[in-house]
């Protein structure tokens, strides 16, 4: 027998309910959560509210860009680019793959001097060390002293992995690029005679942080640990023999260690020797004549890159950066200017609304 039908019997809209059962309801239950009754705040933007905040944010944005940017030129910079592209430049002849080895120099002058400590670095341009292929080809267990990966790199590494049936070590890509120019600088005296300026190594990382990165295969000979495995294609010496100092060697070596932190852009620069302070009476590099003798080992013009020498001093903020400073003056000067727009928009129109109200 069919069941009349009647609206009244659904509830919120659902099928009838069968006789006898329990009313399905959708409503929600009756809190003040669910029915929306919690004390709130809402913002109520106004001319009062809204333009001190546009003020207070450009009066304090502008010094302190103002402050940044006069600090970054503060520091003394200076780029000596010797790829050597160039017919005029000292080091076009090292580009021909016959002359090996390759010593050339550049002779610059600093116009002002260099307080404090300085910093050398190799910079490097058109280099994409941030490819996925490049980055991964590594391997870790090897840099941290495990022997079987030692004998038995990761694949990762392919295409160097292996050399004449012996395993690579260092292993992969990275390694394999490491670079490896000598750079030397000396200060031209009035006699002409140059007075190299001592560049510390041993200074570009702490030992503890050193020894949290990477370790070599235990034992004291290296040599022997390394038995067994073959160098880098591309490497000059095998990698217990980077340095004449025998705790600069193996995987610790911080030459190697710095390389081994990969960019995240295609021009970037790598800490390469420290130049200290002696006396707080005399500048660390005086102003006059300098020059730089560069042991040409690194090819990068097969791939249109740049190499390049820079000498930087720095401060509490680091190196220079203009872009900090100009980035908060910029900041600060269009929330300033747009506080001053709405002032003079708001008293604009305000005004008018009040002389309307009146004449009505």
Request: proline share 8%; hydrophobic share 35%.
């Amino acid at each position: 027998m069919a069941m009349n039908y009647n609206a009244k019997d659904e509830v919120d809209g659902g099928p009838p309910c069968a006789p006898g059962g329990t009313a399905k309801t959708r409503r929600p239950d009756n809190t003040a959560f669910k029915q929306q009754r919690l004390p709130a705040w809402q913002p109520i933007l106004t001319a009062g509210t809204v333009l001190p905040i546009f003020f207070i944010i450009g009066l304090i944005f502008i010094p302190i860009g103002i402050g940044i940017f006069v600090t970054s030129n503060n520091i003394r910079e200076i780029e000596i680019d010797y790829t050597g592209t160039e017919p005029s430049s000292p080091c076009n002849k090292c580009l021909s793959p016959d002359v090996t080895p390759c010593i050339c120099t550049i002779n610059f002058t600093l116009e002002k001097s260099f307080e404090g400590n300085v910093f050398m670095y190799y910079g490097l341009s058109n280099f994409y060390q941030n490819h996925r292929r490049y980055v991964k080809s590594r391997d870790d267990s090897q840099l941290n002293g495990d022997s079987s990966a030692l004998l038995n790199p990761s694949k990762e590494c392919e295409p160097y992995r292996r050399n004449e049936d012996k395993p690579i070590a260092p292993c992969g890509a990275i390694a394999n690029s490491m670079f490896n120019d000598t750079l030397e600088l000396f200060l031209i005296g009035n006699d002409s005679y140059p007075v190299p300026i001592t560049l510390k190594r041993k200074v570009l990382l702490g030992g503890q942080i050193k020894c949290e990165i990477q370790k070599s295969p235990g034992g004291d000979n290296l040599e022997e640990r390394f038995k067994g495995t073959t160098k880098p294609v591309n490497w000059l010496n095998p990698v217990y023999v980077l340095d004449s100092d025998p705790d600069n060697n193996g995987f610790i070596n911080e030459d190697f260690i710095v390389w081994m932190r990969t960019a995240a852009l295609p021009t970037f620069r790598k800490l390469y020797r420290l130049i200290e302070r002696k006396s707080d009476l005399h500048p660390t590099l005086p102003a006059g004549r300098y020059s730089l003798n560069i042991t040409y080992n690194y090819p990068v013009h097969y791939f249109d890159g740049r190499k390049r020498m820079i000498l930087s001093t720095i401060s509490w903020m680091g190196g220079k950066n203009p872009f900090l400073g100009i980035a908060y003056i910029a900041v600060g000067s269009i929330s300033f200017l747009l506080g001053v727009v709405l002032l003079v928009i708001n008293h604009k129109y305000r005004n008018s609304s009040n002389t309307a109200d009146i004449t009505i």
